[in-house]
């Protein structure tokens, strides 16, 4: 090939990587449309336009005739509403106090597992079992259990000489909270720990056998490798446990709709009241009341997220 040829031919070697990268760079967005189009039209209609009618709605007075701006005036009337705070601070106390006893015992549970205890497939379905269940259900059989008449609480106390403990347990502002704690532990213990168990048996080998070999005790073993191994689906666990504590609705409202006397009153059971229990037929107050909670739960998720982010950071 002379040297004229092999100039000639230069520029058409040299375009063709540039040909064979153009589809790569640029999207090709007449294919990724028709699949992103679908979902991202239910979550405007589902999500992003509630949350905008929400915010809008509680700077206005929502009546039948139409919306009457009024600015901020139901989140004045909202600092001075000592119900609302009842329920925030319901709801806080449930939000940390149920992921706490959900994640410890379910951790407890899965090491039993993990360790083989007898019986461990059918105590393993037992565990599990009850994430199976709605809410509804779940409310309705401990309504039926914290009975103070007929009750398995109260019937068992009376069995064993211990008729003074019997209780009306979610008639009384005392017990009512911790009541319903104790039943969304029961509910959930189970599904953190089948998560838990998941996490034990991807455990590395070579790190417990090496324990073994050096005659570390059970609790050490226990403290210094296998919790700091799961340590990352411990801290899921319990953001996903308090997300879902900070929504929690169906359960009071089946069991005890916010009483006696607003003790066990929520952030979401006081919103549907004021939404569609009272007679006001205004909307905005119960919209600003969802608008600041909304603000309240995500600066929350951001707050946890970021703080699992920088321990990452300060230990890798």
């Not at 509680?58 to 005739?65: G, R, W, Y």
């Not at 211990?162 to 347990?169: C, F, K, V, Y």
């Not at 998941?198 to 059970?218: F, G, K, T």
Request: charged letters at 15%.
């Amino acid at each position: 090939m002379s040297t004229t040829d092999v100039a000639a031919a230069a520029p058409v070697r040299a375009s063709i990587p540039a040909r064979l990268a153009l589809p790569a760079e640029r999207p090709a967005w007449a294919a990724i449309i028709p699949f992103l189009l679908p979902a991202a039209v239910f979550y405007v209609g589902l999500t992003a336009y509630p949350v905008v009618r929400t915010v809008w709605n509680s700077v206005h007075e929502v009546l039948p005739a139409g919306d009457i701006f009024v600015g901020t005036a139901h989140y004045a009337e909202l600092w001075l509403d000592e119900t609302f705070w009842r329920a925030v601070r319901n709801t806080l106390t449930w939000a940390i106090a149920a992921p706490l006893l959900e994640v410890g015992i379910a951790l407890l549970l899965a090491l039993a597992l993990y360790a083989k205890v007898p019986g461990g497939r059918f105590l393993r379905v037992a565990w599990f079992t009850p994430v199976l269940m709605s809410y509804v259900v779940v409310g309705i059989l401990w309504t039926w259990i914290y009975n103070y008449d007929w009750g398995a609480v109260n019937v068992l106390l009376r069995a064993v000489g211990l008729e003074d403990w019997a209780n009306p347990w979610l008639g009384t502002t005392g017990t009512a909270l911790p009541a319903l704690i104790l039943v969304t532990t029961w509910m959930w213990t189970g599904f953190n720990m089948v998560v838990l168990l998941a996490a034990l048996h991807s455990l590395p080998s070579e790190v417990i056998e090496a324990a073994e070999l050096d005659r570390c005790s059970w609790a050490a073993k226990l403290w210094h490798i296998v919790i700091p191994l799961v340590r990352p689906t411990l801290l899921n666990l319990l953001v996903l446990s308090c997300v879902g504590k900070m929504k929690i609705f169906d359960l009071v409202w089946i069991a005890t709709k916010g009483g006696p006397l607003w003790s066990t009153e929520t952030v979401s059971t006081y919103t549907y009241k004021r939404a569609f229990e009272w007679s006001t037929f205004d909307l905005g107050y119960p919209s600003a009341i969802a608008t600041v909670w909304f603000v309240i739960v995500m600066a929350g998720v951001g707050l946890l997220t970021w703080t699992l982010r920088q321990r990452q950071r300060l230990e890798y």
